[in-house]
């Protein structure tokens, strides 16, 4: 018969599921639980931190050359960062023993913003309550994913941002599409005024000589009289 589970090694339950064929060996694989879930925390403290090397590059100032980067006062990137840091030091749970916040479990931050783990404090949790730790890292990383969701989802602050700068580039392209029609018919105005007054000049010149011609002619008859 099958039993669901048997322990034959000390603190290792097999589950059983099914029977092996007669002439087959079954194959069991251990894996340690404890590095699986401190290699994911590894990864998360990676991600972070290229975050945090990416906030510095595109939010930072240099007073010397005055140069700024491009989110440099943006409120939306500084508010995801606020976030993140204050999850932190965000309460989880009140119980005596249990993990209540990033910090109890060895999660520090330093001046710069960047995250580190002692792993010691952290595999000190998971060997004494696996599950309630896992429960506890979960749970965070759920707020993560939440919070990421508020930033980077569909509707998210991101999108919206977005949204509303291509808008306003739309705008500024039609406000320039209308500039250029005004300065077009400013031009053509212009020109119309100028061919006016460019006949009108010729007019007075064309007058001006008949005029002299006159004045001319009226000495000449005059000199004659005399």
């Known amino acids: 018969c099958i039993r669901d589970s048997i322990t034959a090694i000390d603190g290792l339950t097999l589950g059983l599921t099914s029977v092996t064929a007669s002439g087959e060996t079954a194959v069991v694989k251990v894996a340690d639980r404890t590095s699986t879930v ?30 700024a980067g491009t989110l440099f006062g943006d409120t939306t990137l500084r508010g995801l960062i606020t976030s993140l840091r204050g999850s932190f030091s965000a309460s989880q749970s ?3 023993g ?16 960047k995250l580190s783990v002692d792993f010691s404090t952290l595999e000190s949790f ?22 990421a969701d ?11 941002r977005t949204d509303g700068i291509q808008t306003r580039l739309e705008d500024i392209s039609e406000q320039r599409i209308e500039l250029d029609e005004r300065i077009e018919k400013l031009q053509s105005r212009l020109q119309q005024r100028y061919a006016n007054l460019d006949t009108l000049l010729a007019g007075l010149q064309s007058t001006s000589q008949f005029i002299s011609a ?13």
């Open 38 to 67: 401190t290699n994911a925390v590894k990864d998360l403290v990676t991600a972070y931190n290229e975050l945090i090397d990416l906030q510095g590059q595109v939010a930072s100032y240099d007073p010397e050359s005055g140069q």
């Open 94 to 96: 009140t119980v005596p």
């Open 98 to 113: 249990e993990i209540s916040s990033l910090v109890t479990a060895g999660f520090t931050v330093d001046n710069d913003g």
């Open 126 to 147: 998971l060997d004494d309550d696996f599950s309630g730790t896992l429960e506890f890292l979960t749970g965070v990383g759920s707020d993560y994913v939440d919070l």
């Open 150 to 160: 508020q930033y980077v989802g569909s509707e998210g602050l991101l999108q919206v």
């Open 214 to 226: 006159q004045l001319t002619n009226l000495n000449v008859s005059r000199n004659n009289d005399s």
